[in-house]
């Protein structure tokens, strides 16, 4: 009967660190090719306003930060750092500077979706046309799967 509780709880570690890392690691193994410098630097070309990604957030930590210039223009908002991998993440504009996870939540009826995140390290996000990024002045990275904030960049 030892043996047999000893084997279960072993077997069942196993099988939740195993979920844990492909939970993780999937994404990675998964995300497109990031877009190159030069490629950001071209999006980055007609951008309206900068902020920065700061890994010093009150809400990151090992696996949840970003780091980087982020350019919000009219077409795009490009980044030229590095985000904390994950799944489902989302970029969403909001009309305040959050940098935890309640804020986000106390505001994101007010936030925009704009849309998903698939490379950590640069991205370019098209912005729709219908979406005034004057109207708000905060880039938040959201992971949608597990109501995670991730980061975020005021850009005005």
């Not at 279960?8 to 993780?24: D, E, I, K, M």
């Amino acid at each position: 009967m030892a043996r047999f509780l000893a084997l279960s709880l072993t077997h069942s570690a196993c099988l939740a660190v195993g979920f844990a890392l492909g939970v993780y690691m999937l994404p990675i193994l998964t995300a497109p090719d990031s877009p190159s410098p030069e490629q950001v630097e071209s999006a980055a070309s007609t951008s309206r306003y900068t902020g920065d990604f700061r890994r010093n957030l009150q809400d990151s930590d090992a696996l949840h930060w970003g780091e980087g210039r982020i350019f919000v223009g009219d077409r795009s908002i490009s980044l030229m750092g590095r985000i904390a991998p994950g799944p489902d993440y989302r970029l969403y504009l909001a009309p305040r500077f959050v940098e935890t996870e309640s804020d986000f939540l106390a505001l994101k009826n007010r936030a925009l979706e704009v849309g998903t995140v698939k490379t950590f390290e640069n991205f370019i996000v098209p912005v729709p046309d219908s979406v005034d990024v004057s109207a708000f002045n905060t880039v938040v990275i959201w992971c949608e799967s597990f109501s995670q904030f991730i980061t975020a960049a005021e850009y005005r």
